[in-house]
């Protein structure tokens, strides 16, 4: 049995003024960035986004679960799913093969932890296999954020990082897991120095952590 935590304020959605300055900031910075609805509304999107066939790898993110993108592209068909394959390998034999193939996919979707009114996103994480596409292993990639996620700075955003998602994520994996998460290995990109490369799908809802 699962202890629901404390809502915090990280948790409420910001204004459309803020939406719209973060946008403004990120694309200033080199990132595409469409400012959707809901996570309806990015499903159909994403799939606009990556054409059939693609070799594409999902960060591990509640976001993608909550919405159904996740299982879109991991047992839809459509694409080469490198999530289910690399589930598939054995770890002991295998290891190298799943690191390259989590590093340099044709197209890395996930989420991030926070992002910053200044034009930065912040992603944390535990094993770090979803960091190497992130920051510019994968030819293209795609975050779908919550509205939630945006905070004004990035001391704010390290804060959201370690006072709510922490928390949560650790609950999840204690549940499922047995054990909690922490964060050990944090990235911060400021930029995205090739057009077109790094798309930002910011949502009006809050959704996942």
């Not at 915090?8 to 973060?22: M, Y």
């Not at 200044?118 to 920051?135: E, M, N, R, W």
Request: glycine content about 10%.
């Amino acid at each position: 049995m699962t202890t629901s935590l404390p809502a915090t304020p990280f948790a409420d959605p910001a204004p459309s003024q803020r939406l719209e300055r973060a946008a403004t900031a990120l694309t200033a910075h080199g990132f595409t960035v469409e400012i959707l609805d809901d996570a309806a509304a990015a499903r159909t999107r994403v799939k606009d986004l990556i054409p059939e066939g693609a070799g594409v790898f999902t960060g591990a993110s509640e976001t993608l679960r909550l919405s159904g993108i996740d299982k879109d592209i991991n047992a839809g068909g459509r694409y080469q799913a490198i999530k289910p394959r690399v589930l598939a390998m054995d770890r002991a034999t295998q290891r190298d093969e799943m690191r390259r193939l989590c590093a340099g996919p044709d197209v890395i979707v996930g989420s991030v932890h926070a992002v910053t009114e200044t034009g930065s996103l912040v992603v944390a994480s535990g094993s770090g296999s979803q960091l190497p596409g992130y920051a510019g292993g994968a030819a293209h990639a795609i975050w779908i954020v919550g509205a939630q996620k945006v905070v004004p700075d990035l001391p704010t955003a390290l804060r959201r990082v370690e006072e709510h998602c922490l928390p949560l994520e650790s609950a999840r994996t204690q549940a499922v897991h047995g054990w909690p998460s922490a964060v050990n290995r944090l990235l911060v990109l400021n930029a995205e120095p090739y057009p077109g490369r790094g798309t930002v799908l910011l949502l009006r809802e809050a959704i996942g952590f």
